[in-house]
């Protein structure tokens, strides 16, 4: 079942000396909602995601989980709290076989943990159990960093980049997979993607960012016309088209 906890940030802001990464951004994501945060390298994505999942401390504003502050919380206990992410290098033990990387992840919650067989179902890599997860194709392996993050057993599902390096046919796949993830299991999905294909197709809100700003939200449609977020992928002066 779907809860009414929304993961939100409110005016986070990030510095590095005298660099801003992020300038006062507001974010939210609900339960069941498939949310994408597009910008061009360097918009401060990434630093975004650092920020919820506790990887980067801001220099000022508040990430909550509901009505909890997750202020000053280290990874693993934002984690534990159910906001989870994935890296754009995929992080596996490439040594170990499918199962045994899901396994090692599960083993963290003990009692109650998902069950690995069908996490890997869920992923569409069951058949993959038992080979070393050095072998994979790239796609799969991709596929396994998300099964590994949902033995964590998230509310929230922090996605960076997971169609990186796929073929049309594996972002499709990856498309059909993310959508039934969150019929199945009411996680809220925030995708950091780069692939417009993937996320006009599967995100029902868009939040644009430029510069460490936000620039747009809006529903996919809205934002494919706003002349903002098309001089921010393209540039003035080049020919103007759907992001």
Sequence with gaps: MMDA????????????????????????????????????????????????SGFQKPSRGTVFLGDVSLAGMPPHRISRAGIVRTFQSVRLFRDLTVAENVAAAVAVLGKGAPDVTELLALMGISDLKEKPAGSLSYAHQRRLAIARALGLRPRFLLLDEPAAGMTPGEVEELDRTLVALRDQTGLGLLLVEHNMTLVMSVCERLVVMDGGRVIARGTPDLIGQDPLVRQAYLGPGRERARP
């Design 5 to 52: 906890v929304r993961l939100t940030a409110r005016d986070v802001g990030v510095s590095f000396g005298g660099l801003v990464a992020l300038a006062g951004i507001d974010l939210d994501v609900g339960a069941g909602e498939i949310v994408g945060l597009i910008g061009s390298n360097g918009a401060g994505k990434s630093t975004m995601v650092n920020v919820l």
